[in-house]
């Protein structure tokens, strides 16, 4: 199973970007779904969430500016991020938790995609 995201870049602050991750290969289903974070010198924190059925949580730094998604027959999730900050600048991984079998599953990561926000 492999994750790819896609969709970072440079960008000025107030203005939105949006991000994709798509899964790929042989597995039975994907469960929750989410978004990460981390910026230099500075730990990997979580974005959002999204269950299977569409049930989402945020940080509270993001709520009311970003929008996770997905599309379950793309096995795909999405980030909207709006009216972006200097401090959302970052490198954003995905992470899914992927059942390879009806009893038997494991988190996997993208390889993450750096979003630069400038002043």
């Known amino acids: 199973v492999q994750l790819q995201a896609s969709g970072g870049g440079l960008v000025q602050a107030g203005e939105s970007l949006g991000l994709s991750c798509a899964a790929s290969?042989?597995?039975?289903?994907?469960?929750?779904m989410a978004w990460y974070r981390q910026a230099p010198a500075k730990q990997r924190e979580l974005v959002a969430t999204?269950?299977?059925?569409?049930?989402?949580n945020y940080a509270d730094f993001v709520k009311g500016r970003f929008t996770i998604s997905r599309n379950n027959a793309k096995n795909t999730v999405y980030l909207q991020m709006n009216s972006l900050k200097p401090e959302d600048t970052a490198v954003y991984y995905c992470?899914?938790?992927?059942?390879?079998?009806?009893?038997?599953?494991?988190?996997?990561w993208g390889q993450g995609t750096l979003v630069t926000v400038s002043s």
């Open positions: 992470n899914a938790n992927v059942y390879e079998d009806m009893w038997s599953g494991r988190t996997y």
């Open positions: 290969g042989s597995f039975y289903n994907i469960r929750s």
């Open positions: 999204i269950t299977a059925g569409g049930i989402t």
